[in-house]
């Protein structure tokens, strides 16, 4: 049902006729004749329906990631060693379980993803700021949304969400939404310095305690000493997958809460740190069989614990909370024991996942 | 002398600069036949009438499960 609320009839879009927009033919009196040759999501065409007004949010988004989706196909050609839009089956599959989940213009600006069984966020009124929870966490509920507003029983939100309420937009601007008209491969290319990092607002933190000074090297000491991701001791446990959520074949867990620190897979000088918190992602070398690919040929190339930016930060957590004193080795540095869960261990590996992630796990000794 | 002169030409400039700026189309430019249409249209008549469209409205078809966030 699309309801239009009479308020959109006095704004910009609103001024404009229907079928400017979807076609059909308002002169019919009967919703079938009305409806013939109807346009019901038009900015599935941006260069036709919203270039002629928005022309430099159209061009650059053709390059952003939610419209391109490139972080799937590069993923993919990595593991399988040719890009699947080079076979119409593979495509096609792809379309049916993935490539539903991309954006458009109006997916994010005036209702809800088609993705998430969609719906007007207000009366087919644009927004210049998409809503938080019906348009950005819609999507990206499952890990993100949960962890940013503290849906995760036992885990607090994150401090920028509680109590500080900084929504999406404060860190993930439209430029970087609307991509910057350079194709990136994925999201954490390193040249996609619109893709925020805490260092952007925090880089005066560097000095103000010895913990940062030991383990945010920079300058002289970057040689001398181990670079952190923040997230490193200021996330909570987060998310793992252990299934593909379209189904598929190849790994059919639950997915799981925990927290492990790895060896930066993405190392690079726009994330140049040596450790970081890694997130299981759901594949394995057959998760691709019921498509037709029985074996990812090229499994290996790419680890299956990967960089994660984890959204639920706090200042005081497991590793940060010092209360009642103790020593560096009681919270991290006991490695010589190698029983620490926080480490990811070639233990927390499937067999099939070793070699894939050999520079990623930490080694006992 | 010099002075005024040049504060003269300063407004001036300033004047054209804001009849510029302010002339500008803040929003595209609709086709003549297309503006006011939406007001009183088949269209809107339908749409904005919770009512009729909950009577005329296809039913959804059953949720699969198949939709879920990504991350």
């Known amino acids: 049902m699309v309801y239009v609320q009479s308020s959109f009839l006095t704004t910009p879009h609103g001024n404009m006729s229907c079928i400017h927009c979807h076609g059909g033919d308002e002169t019919q009196n009967t919703k079938e004749t009305a409806h013939v040759n109807i346009v019901s999501y038009p900015s599935t065409d941006p260069d036709k329906y919203c270039g002629s007004c928005h022309a430099g949010a159209v061009t650059s988004t053709g390059t952003s990631l939610h419209k391109t989706q490139n972080g799937y196909y590069t993923l993919f050609a990595k593991r399988a060693g040719f890009d699947l839009r080079t076979d119409a089956n593979l495509t096609a599959e792809f379309n049916n379980e993935c490539g539903k989940c991309h954006t458009t213009c109006g997916q994010c600006h005036v209702s809800r993803p088609v993705s998430v069984n969609g719906g007007f966020i207000s009366g087919h009124e644009f927004r210049r700021t998409p809503s938080m929870t019906n348009n950005c966490t819609a999507c990206h509920g499952s890990r993100i949304g949960a962890e940013y507003l503290g849906e995760n029983a036992g885990y607090r939100a994150d401090v920028h969400w509680l109590p500080n309420a900084k929504r999406c937009e404060f860190c993930h601007d439209a430029n970087e939404m609307h991509g910057s008209g350079e194709l990136y491969d994925t999201r954490y290319d390193a040249r996609n310095t619109a893709m925020p990092k805490c260092e952007d607002c925090h880089a005066n933190a560097r000095t103000v305690n010895a913990y940062h000074q030991r383990h945010w090297a920079d300058g002289e000491d970057k040689e001398e000493v181990s670079h952190l991701a923040c997230q490193v001791c200021h996330s909570q446990d987060y998310k793992n997958c252990n299934a593909c959520h379209t189904g598929g074949a190849g790994i059919t867990g639950s997915s799981y809460m925990t927290y492990k620190i790895g060896k930066n897979p993405i190392k690079s000088d726009r994330r140049s740190y040596d450790y970081t918190v890694v997130r299981h992602i759901p594949v394995a070398p057959t998760t691709f069989a019921s498509w037709g690919i029985d074996n990812l040929a090229q499994y290996d190339s790419e680890p299956t614990w990967k960089y994660a930016s984890p959204h639920n930060i706090q200042r005081w957590t497991a590793r940060t909370d010092t209360t009642g004193g103790g020593e560096c080795w009681s919270k991290c540095h006991n490695n010589w024991v190698g029983s620490l869960k926080t480490y990811l261990r070639e233990s927390d590996l499937e067999n099939y996942e070793r070699q894939a992630n050999q520079n990623v796990v930490i080694p006992t000794n | ?71």
């Open chain 2, 1 to 71: 002398m010099r002075n005024l002169s040049l504060s003269l030409s300063g407004c001036v400039v300033c004047i054209l600069l804001l009849a510029v700026t302010s002339c500008t189309d803040k929003y595209p430019v609709v086709n003549e036949g297309d503006i006011g249409q939406s007001s009183g249209s088949g269209c809107i008549d339908c749409h904005t009438n919770k009512e009729l469209l909950m009577q005329v409205a296809t039913p959804l078809p059953p949720d699969t499960g198949g939709s879920s966030s990504e991350g």
